[in-house]
């Protein structure tokens, strides 16, 4: 079991910045890959970014350049810094894990909210 806690979000200008803090707890040791999704208002979950315990990244298109994923080597925890914010990243953010098993646990959300 793993357990995943999401802190950071808040309400920020365009523009601006926020950084992501996801903690894991549990089994940390069968941890794969831990990453980021987010869901907005009407819209379906979309991965944002991932990190391996290896060390590689992806993101999607929407926020290459501006997001940067990084985690501890022991995929104990994982940040998501988000730089040049915009109206469109407005939405739930979701820290999820995925085990060397193929399980795949989930944070609660945590909610970023991008002003004009």
């Known amino acids: 079991q793993v357990q995943l806690v999401e802190s950071g979000g808040g309400l920020v200008q365009a523009g601006g910045s926020l950084r992501l803090s996801c903690v894991a707890s549990g089994s940390t040791f069968s941890i794969n890959g831990m990453g980021w999704y987010r869901q907005a208002p009407g819209k379906q979950r979309e991965l944002v970014a991932v990190?391996?315990?290896?060390?590689?990244?992806n993101y999607v298109d929407s926020v290459k350049g501006r997001f940067t994923i990084s985690g501890d080597n022991a995929m104990n925890t994982v940040y998501l810094q988000m730089n040049s914010l915009k109206l469109e990243d407005t939405a739930v953010y979701f820290c999820y894990a995925v085990t060397n098993k193929g399980s795949t646990y989930w944070g609660q959300g945590t909610q970023v909210t991008v002003s004009s």
């Open positions: 990190v391996t315990r290896g060390g590689n990244t």
